[in-house]
């Protein structure tokens, strides 16, 4: 059973637009969201969070959304570079307990120049 | 400042076989977990250790253990490798339990393969 999913295996923009990467979850104990960026040979390293208590969070060029109603989160990249390229992994945790953080799949963001 | 580091970068081992992976933290971070990356998938929570006691376990058999030392580090072990155990090995530190300010960092991991 998938808690946490990214049904888009794989995104490619053109260098300067914008870039949307989609995440749902299902588990309504969740209440903490990152975002993390993997490049090949690398681990994971964290991008942008948000807890359940906001529905935006801001950094530079990068934007979560979250919508608790729709148990639904989105990443925007705005301008979108080549050196975004990477596969982003959704993750999601409930406070209080170890440090699990339950991860989706991943959607690999191409930009093209 | 150094991140966290693990070793072996590779390894290959044979079924059956046991293997024993390790982590050091990023300095002063106490709380160390370990995930497993099969191809294809999200990183998927095996342990958590924080001051050298398990606080938390994910959904993997009796095979896996692992151990906290005084120094914070960590050794992965995997009895009976089985084909399915093929995976990016990853260990991420963090200062605390739940520093939610200071999310989670992964080192690079270790590629297994067992044949």
């Known amino acids: 059973d998938q808690q946490v999913k990214q049904n888009s295996p794989s995104l490619s923009v053109q260098e300067g637009r914008i870039s949307i990467l989609n995440c749902d979850y299902t588990?309504?104990?969740?209440?903490?969201f990152l975002w993390y960026k993997k490049y090949p040979a690398e681990g994971p390293t964290f991008l942008i969070s948000i807890s359940s208590i906001k529905d935006k969070n801001e950094d530079g060029r990068f934007t979560v959304f979250l919508n608790k109603s729709a148990k639904h989160l989105s990443l925007h990249i705005v301008p979108s570079q080549p050196g975004d390229s990477a596969v982003y992994f959704c993750a999601a945790i409930t406070q209080g307990g170890s440090e699990k953080l339950v991860f989706g799949k991943g959607t690999k963001l191409t930009v093209n120049p | 400042d150094a991140g966290v580091t693990q070793s072996p970068t590779h390894l290959i081992k044979t079924r059956g076989q046991h293997v024993t992976l390790r982590c050091s933290p990023i300095?002063?971070?106490?709380?160390v977990s370990w995930y497993q990356q099969v191809l294809g998938q999200g990183p998927q929570f095996i342990f958590q250790?924080?001051?050298?006691?398990?606080?938390g376990r994910g959904n993997f058999p009796d095979r896996f253990s692992a151990r906290q030392f005084p120094n914070y580090s960590s050794e992965l072990n995997v009895n009976a490798l089985l084909l399915g155990d093929s995976a990016l090995y990853l260990c991420?530190?963090?200062?605390?339990?739940?520093?939610?300010?200071?999310?989670?960092?992964f080192g690079n991991g270790t590629r297994l393969t067992v044949t």
């Open positions: 588990n309504s104990m969740f209440d903490y």
């Open positions: 300095s002063g971070h106490k709380s």
């Open positions: 991420a530190s963090s200062p605390f339990p739940g520093s939610y300010n200071s999310p989670l960092h």
């Open positions: 250790y924080y001051e050298k006691e398990e606080r």
